[in-house]
């Protein structure tokens, strides 16, 4: 069973991580993440590229789109982290109904201010 100051704990470093996400999100969203690879590039054509060139610049928009989407991901888990956290589940398996281990609940260290 987790106390209070373990909940209010775990609950400002979810708030202050999930803060960090979604400033990841829009400065990806900045890139141009959501335009045509033409327009985000500047480049009304790729013809006039070198192949390289247009496969770096297709990896490194593949990686954002990664970034962004596992961001977008970690968002939603501590989004429901949050909401179990306010109905009284946090801490308790799913299946058995069981008390979590607090020291499984954090998978990762999250400090106090992100």
């Known amino acids: 069973m987790l106390t209070r100051q373990q909940l209010d704990d775990y609950k400002y470093?979810?708030?202050?991580?999930?803060?960090?996400?979604?400033?990841?999100?829009?400065?990806?969203n900045d890139t141009g993440l959501g335009d045509s690879m033409s327009k985000s590039t500047s480049e009304l054509s790729t013809y006039d590229n070198h192949p390289a060139d247009v496969g770096t610049e297709m990896f490194e928009r593949s990686k954002d789109f990664a970034l962004r989407e596992q961001a977008m991901l970690t968002v939603g888990a501590i989004d429901d982290a949050l909401e179990k956290m306010n109905n009284g589940q946090y801490g308790k398996c799913e299946v058995c109904g069981k008390d979590i281990n607090p020291d499984s609940l954090m998978p990762y260290h999250i400090p106090l201010s992100v």
């Open 13 to 28: 470093r979810l708030m202050n991580m999930r803060d960090h996400m979604l400033d990841r999100i829009e400065r990806f």
